[in-house]
């Protein structure tokens, strides 16, 4: 049998074939790699959001109205402590997205443990129809006695929304919201919150 080595077309042949393997191998790894962080961007965004209905949700479910809102700010009358249907600056809850921290906060009036009952009765200012409930909040911090705790993290963009012109009346919220993401900025996201027993003040009713 007549033996003969490969001719030059046949080894430029046979690397071109290596050649073209080798980037199909490279690219099949490099797409399963992308898979895999899709992936595993995928998992942590599920649990992001639902992190934050369940955060959301455990403030707006049980609170007793809206008392005012904005597009990237919700404040809420969470209860009724003193038990006289009147709204107390001690029992509201401040939400808030910040979009230079990217974050949504909620603040709250916390007084100084060495405050006397007589100390607090005064600052706990009891709300009306008119107060400016961001102009509160602004004296309440000027007066050092505002507790302010992240709620949520790694926020691109959020909406807040509600079923009535007046806020005072909505009982259901909407909030719009993406957050940044190792893959960039997720599509955007929405949970739907319902008050569930409305109570208004007495003098809103």
Not at 107 to 129: G, H, L, N, Y
Request: net charge negative; hydrophobic share 40%.
């Amino acid at each position: 049998m007549n033996r003969r080595g490969l001719s030059l077309l046949e080894m430029l042949l046979a690397i071109g074939i290596t050649s073209i393997i080798g980037a199909a191998i490279a690219s099949m790894m490099a797409a399963a790699t992308n898979s895999l962080s899709s992936k595993d961007d995928g998992r942590k965004s599920a649990i992001r959001l639902a992190t934050t209905q369940v955060r959301l949700g455990a403030y707006i479910a049980p609170s007793r109205c809206i008392l005012d809102k904005s597009n990237t700010h919700l404040t809420l009358w969470l209860e009724d402590s003193r038990e006289n249907n009147t709204v107390h600056a001690s029992e509201i809850r401040w939400l808030s997205f910040d979009e230079n921290q990217k974050n949504i906060t909620v603040e709250f009036v916390d007084f100084p443990d060495d405050w006397s009952q007589s100390m607090i009765d005064t600052a706990d200012v009891a709300c009306t129809p008119a107060t400016n409930f961001e102009a509160l909040l602004e004296g309440l911090r000027a007066d050092d006695i505002v507790e302010s705790v992240p709620l949520i993290d790694s926020m691109e963009s959020c909406n807040f929304w509600i079923n009535e012109n007046e806020s005072i009346d909505a009982t259901h919220v909407c909030v719009r919201f993406s957050f940044s993401s190792e893959l960039g900025i997720t599509n955007d996201s929405i949970i739907d919150e319902t008050i569930r027993i409305h109570q208004p003040p007495t003098e809103q009713q």
